[in-house]
């Protein structure tokens, strides 16, 4: 048996309200076109929400009224019902360029969409908005008002919710810009009361989207747990030949720095395509701790646990605890803290001063026999980061930006202000609880120890749950910390 019709809702409204920015939004689709002139949409565009190659629910996306009043005042005199009244008026001007808009913004709502109205609630009400919303709601069509309101203005809020009580069936706030997953989520609970019989497919239509997410905050786990174990084995190798030591010293610590970051900015395109943003690449402020090197000096201070932090979670996660901080941040060559427990500059605590360890490289092989290990050459390693804050830094960088990611709304297509980029401040690691960090401690441990990945496999599982955890919380929150 096919799948029944999917439900369809048809976002309406006067021209450059936010329409289009609301589709967006609620269909997480950043393709539809938003603009800052009234006229932007100029024909009804469909943009389902596929889940598991089905379409779950469709968002039409339709031009702004263009002559609300003539048109009420001709269905007015129509003396018929309704809808029969909707529908010759489609009829009769269909070929009329002065009332194109109308009869295509009534088309889908004829043929049994329900209504989205969405209003800027930071003006004033008007007749034309009077008008749209008596024409609707001689559609008979199930409805629902949106406020989007473009700046914090709440002046007219009761005007517009008083005059919504009388045309709608339910009213909500939906911020086109700020909507995050928990928002969307209320909204399309909203919209389950606004016909009782659309209820269960609606109750459909909301469980495979808290499906989804499921899915896409596991999948993030996992890809933080692998940009984790990549970072953490990371080490990278050069010949040492004859010439300058030092020059190629500092070539290799630039090129492992790099290759660091190359990982980590894979891990951010595999997250933006989870969560959808194909096209629009915002970017975050200058100002975060997220657009800083993820070895300045900057980022080590903001992000991570502090000292005491740090050698609290070792102690309770075994391992490492009771060699001390030598251990704990094994893998810096001056230590991060000095004695007074001051933070260097990270990068230079990390590589600067000391020399880099020289290794042998294998001589050549045959079926896997080295044949000469003393032919091997000599070679300069640098890496891997066995290091616990180091560890956590990355966590909270993968965390910060899952969090940005998720609190963006589709529709929003300018980038984050100075001001939003001021609030941002520390990570989300030195929130948790001392049983939680442990945890991570243990998957630290686990991971610089295991000979291969199965090894560690408790301690990942342990993680990867905890992690998922993490990941719902801060989107059931709508967690805007670290703000951004
Ligand atoms: N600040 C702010 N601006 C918004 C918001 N919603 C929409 N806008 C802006 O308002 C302008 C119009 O948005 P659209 O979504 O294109 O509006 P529309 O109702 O589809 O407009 P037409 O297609 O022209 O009828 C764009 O510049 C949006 O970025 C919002 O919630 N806050
Ligand atoms: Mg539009």
């Known amino acids: 048996m096919s799948d029944p019709a999917p439900l369809r809702f048809a976002i309406v409204g006067h021209p450059n309200e936010g329409k ?30 596929i889940i598991d ?72 009400l008007r007749q034309t908005d009077l008008a749209e919303m008596e024409i609707l709601r001689r559609t008979g069509r199930p409805r629902l008002a949106i406020i989007n309101s473009k700046d914090r203005n709440e002046e007219y809020l009761d005007e517009w919710k008083a005059a919504f009580r009388r045309h709608f069936n339910s009213v909500r706030v939906f911020n086109a810009h700020h909507a995050n997953y928990a928002q969307r989520m209320a909204l399309l609970d909203t919209l389950k009361s606004i016909d009782q019989d659309w209820q269960p497919a609606m109750e459909e239509v909301i469980e495979a989207f808290r499906d989804d997410w499921e899915h896409r905050l596991a ?18 190798l050069a010949d040492c030949g004859e010439g300058d030591d030092h020059e190629r010293e500092e070539h290799l610590k630039e090129r492992f720095r790099k290759e660091l970051s190359a990982m980590e900015r894979r891990f951010h395109e595999r997250i933006r395509k989870l969560f959808k943003h194909n096209i629009f690449q915002f970017e975050p402020s200058s100002q975060t701790a997220l657009q800083q090197d993820l070895f300045s000096e900057r980022v ?22 009771g060699a001390g901080l030598d251990v704990l941040f094994s893998g810096i060559s001056a230590g991060v803290f000095t004695a007074g427990g001051a933070l260097l500059g990270a990068l230079s605590a990390y590589f600067g001063g000391e020399r880099l360890a020289k290794v042998k490289a294998p001589g050549p092989r045959i079926l896997g026999l080295d044949l000469s290990p003393r032919l091997g050459r000599t070679q300069l390693k640098i890496g891997p980061m066995h290091n616990l804050q180091f560890f956590f830094i990355l966590l909270d960088r993968a965390l910060i930006f899952f969090s940005y990611v998720i609190n963006w709304a589709h529709g929003r297509r300018d980038q984050p202000s100075d001001e939003e980029a001021e609030k941002s401040s ?33 301690a990942r599982r342990e993680f990867q749950k905890f992690l998922r955890q993490q990941l719902l919380e801060m989107s059931r929150e709508g967690s805007q910390k670290p703000a951004l």
């Open 20 to 49: 289009s920015s609301v589709v967006s939004t609620l269909a997480e689709d950043d393709t539809v076109p938003v603009g800052p002139m009234p006229g932007e949409t100029r024909a009804c565009h469909n943009y389902p929400v």
């Open 53 to 124: 190659s089905r379409i779950v629910v469709e968002f039409i996306d339709t031009p702004g009224f263009q002559n609300p009043r003539h048109t009420l005042a001709w269905l007015e005199n129509f003396g018929s019902a309704d809808e029969q009244a909707i529908h010759a008026f489609r009829e009769k001007h269909r070929t009329l360029p002065a009332y194109q808009h109308e009869c295509q913004l009534l088309e889908p709502i004829e043929k049994g969409a329900g209504i989205i109205y969405v209003v800027d609630g930071s003006r004033p």
């Open 219 to 236: 999948a993030t786990a996992t890809l933080i747990g692998e940009l984790l174990e990549t970072s953490i084995s990371h080490f990278a």
């Open 300 to 321: 080590w201070r903001v992000l991570g646990l502090d000292r005491t932090q740090l050698m609290w979670a070792a102690a309770l996660a075994g391992g490492t605890g």
């Open 426 to 458: 520390e990570g989300f690691t030195s929130t948790w609880n001392e049983e939680q960090r442990r945890l991570a401690t243990r998957y630290f441990d686990a991971l610089k120890k295991a000979e291969d990945a199965a090894d560690m496999d408790p």
